[in-house]
C-alpha cells in the first residue's frame, strides 16, 4: 500500500487555509493530505524544530512516491510550497480551521482552543483529533463552542481512509457538513458519530484490546501469538499489540484511562495494570525502540 498517492477525484473543500497543531504521528499524516487536498498548511508546535522534522518526513513520503513514478515532480513542488511554518499561535490567524493532534489531554486540549480563539476569526472551525476525550466537554471552554468538532483520524493517516466526524452538543450544522466535505475532499470515508466515550471504533475496538491485555497477563499465551491468531483467524489487520505499539503507549493508556473513567469505572473498560507498567518503564513501543516488540531500523525484531 502507498501512503503517498494523492486523492484521486476527491470533491472540493470548503476551506483554504487549514492550521495544524502538534506535528507528531497523526498531525503529519493529516498535513500531508491537506496539502495533497489543495490546502494551504500551517504547522504549529510547541517543541522547536518539530515543525521542520515533519515537514521534511512528509517531504520524504512524496519523494518516494515521485521515485516510484506515482507523483511528478510538479505535484512535489507544488505540494511542498503549500506547508508553511506557523512559529506562534497568532501565525494562524488566517486559517478557516485548525486542526489539534496535541496530547491527549483535556486541559491542554481546552486551553488551546481557548487561545485560538483569541487569534482566530469568527467563522473559524476548530476541531479536535482527540480519541477519547468528550468533543462536548472541550468546546465547554470556548466562546463559540457551535464551531467545535471532533474530526478523529487513525494511524496512519494517509492509510487508514476513514474518519469519524463528532459533533458535539452544540456544535452548528454547518460546521458537520464543512467538516465532512474536508474529510471527503482527503480522500476518507467520513462515519459520523455521537460524542460518547471512544466515539464509535475506539468504543468497538479498545474491547479487543483489553482482553487482548487480559489473556497476556493471564499467561494464556504470549504477545506475538495473540496477534498472529486474531490476524489470521480473525480477519484483523494488525493484531493488538502491534497496533498498541505503533500508536504508542502513552496515548493508549491515556485513552484507555480516559474511556474507563468516562464510563463510571465499567469493568469491560478497565484498562490493564501491563501498560501502566510497560509506560513507566518507557517501553512507549515504535516510538521508543521496543514495546511489546523490539524495533530495529523501525521493524519488529522476531525473537526466538
Ligand atoms: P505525538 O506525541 O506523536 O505528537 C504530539 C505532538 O504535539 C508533539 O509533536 C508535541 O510536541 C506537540 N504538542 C504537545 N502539546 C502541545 C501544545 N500544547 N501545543 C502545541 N504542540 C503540542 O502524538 P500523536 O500520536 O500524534 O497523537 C496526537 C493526538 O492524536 C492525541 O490526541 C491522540 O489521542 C490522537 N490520536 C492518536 C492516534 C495514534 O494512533 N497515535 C490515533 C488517533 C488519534
Known sequence: ??????????????????????????????????????????????????????????????????????????????????????????????????VEAIVENLEAKQDLFARLEAVLGDDAVLATNTSSLSVTTIASACRVPQRVIGFHFFNPVPLMKIVEVIPGLRTSTDVVARIEALGQAMGHFTARATDTPGFLVNHAGRAFGTEALRILGESVADHATIDRILVDQGGFRMGPFTLLDLTGLDVSHAVMESIYHQYYEEARFRPSPLTRSRLAAGLLGRKSGEGFYRYEEGKAVVED
Open 1 to 98: 500500500m502507498s501512503t503517498d498517492a494523492p486523492p484521486e477525484a476527491t470533491p472540493a473543500t470548503p476551506f483554504r487555509r487549514l492550521g495544524l497543531v502538534g506535528t507528531g504521528a497523526m498531525g503529519r499524516g493529516i498535513a500531508q493530505l491537506a496539502a495533497q487536498a489543495g490546502l494551504e498548511v500551517s504547522l504549529h508546535d510547541a517543541r522547536t524544530g518539530a515543525v521542520d522534522e515533519a515537514r521534511d518526513f512528509i517531504a520524504g513520503v512524496w519523494s518516494r512516491g515521485v521515485a516510484k513514478g506515482r507523483l511528478s515532480e510538479d505535484d512535489l513542488a507544488r505540494y511542498r510550497a503549500r506547508l508553511h511554518e506557523a512559529a506562534e499561535l497568532a501565525d494562524l490567524a488566517g486559517c478557516d480551521v485548525v
